[in-house]
């Protein structure tokens, strides 16, 4: 395949659109991959022309991070790696400020992490979750602190309000701290509600969207079926459960799939790649997580660019994943704004206005001969 590299949200880093999460380095969990399995996925992903590495301090106990520096390290790449952390869970039972968005808690993190890392500096830290407690002027002041001295190069937002992080992106703005570059959310077929709030924040104040668990956890991959016997995955194990992040079976779902496959067949491409190039296409996305167990399922992610989907099909796919619009975005639609413009048509650019900037071609030679 061929990596091509965009500017993450208004800032001048530049990521892949394809990104290499880590949760699963390491098998502390009950899954995930071993250390030559992980050390695996991390070759073919550098060699694919992949640089943007997302871990966490909660990923594996630690290991995630340790794992990820040690092959950063190893291949002599920190100054070609983008990588991302994030801070807000606890690992020390009965502490409550080792957990949590309070700066006790982050400059604690942040150091810790760069130990695991064996590093200086991170090139994107970020918030893993609100804690609905710590006012959000703390948590972007200790933020901007942090990329004054140096250890951190970007601010980024994880699974958060979008009220929250419009508040967040204001105050940056308005008490000139580092502003917020990433949005890290949950984004599939399956998963389309961030669409109504999130893309238009992130498209309108500069945070480009990391996605988390495009292919739904694996079940988009076509792995499971509704009634199976067997253990395919660890989906499979969570059939019954209450994390919200993983009640991925249900008929809508099961709907999804079926059209899906229907689709990637008539593609003559895999269910994954289908999944991963649809959403890394939608707007607002600025790379999508990676996140395999396997070789086999990270070269076969690493295809998901390669082709384009048609629109009749891409089509298909929408409207067997659409949600209906939360109240008020009824009132936005073209049907209730008319009565706003009196009838005229009426928008903020003409199409074609603002070129997208892509550079690339062959550069020139500075040599005589």
Do not use: C
């Amino acid at each position: 395949m061929s990596m091509t590299y965009y500017t993450l949200g208004n800032s001048g880093l530049r990521v892949s659109r394809l990104a290499l999460g880590t949760m699963t380095f390491g098998t502390e969990w009950g899954w995930g991959a071993d250390r030559d399995t992980a050390r695996a996925m991390f070759d073919a992903y550098v060699e694919a022309g992949g640089n943007f590495f997302d871990t966490a301090d909660l990923y594996t106990g630690g290991t995630a991070e340790t794992w990820l520096g040690e092959f950063v390290a190893e291949r002599g790449l920190r100054d070609k790696a983008v990588i991302a952390t994030k801070f807000t869970f606890n690992s020390e039972p009965g502490n409550p400020n080792a957990g949590g968005n309070g700066r006790k808690n982050i400059m604690r993190a942040i150091d810790a992490s760069l130990r695991r890392l064996g590093t200086d500096y991170i090139d994107l830290y970020l918030m893993h979750v609100w804690d609905r407690l710590t006012p959000a002027e703390e948590v972007l002041r200790t933020l901007d602190d942090l990329v004054r001295a140096g250890k951190v190069r970007h601010v980024g937002l994880s699974d958060v309000p979008a009220w929250y992080a419009g508040r967040a992106q204001a105050i940056a703005e308005l008490r000139g701290y580092e502003p917020i570059s990433a949005l890290q959310l949950e984004y599939s077929l399956t998963e389309r509600t961030i669409e109504h709030e999130f893309v238009p924040l992130a498209t309108r104040h500069g945070a480009g969207i990391m996605v988390w668990s495009p292919l739904a956890s694996g079940l988009l991959s076509g792995k499971y079926r509704p009634t199976q016997a067997g253990n395919a995955g660890r989906l499979d194990g969570f059939r019954n459960t209450t994390h919200p992040g993983f009640q991925k079976f249900s008929d809508r779902n099961w709907a999804i799939v079926a059209e899906l496959e229907k689709v990637a067949a008539e593609l003559g491409r895999s269910m994954a790649e289908v999944a991963l190039n649809w959403v890394a296409t939608q707007p607002g996305v600025a790379t999508v997580i990676l996140g395999a167990t396997k070789l086999a399922q990270l070269q076969d992610n690493l295809a998901a660019l390669d082709f384009e989907i048609p629109a009749a099909l891409r089509q298909r796919l929408e409207a067997v994943s659409s949600v209906p619009a939360p109240f008020p975005h009824p009132y936005f639609g073209s049907q209730i704004q008319v009565r706003v413009t009196g009838g005229t048509a009426t928008g903020d650019k003409p199409s074609g206005y603002s070129l997208p900037v892509l550079v690339e071609g062959e550069a020139v030679s500075i040599s005589s001969n």
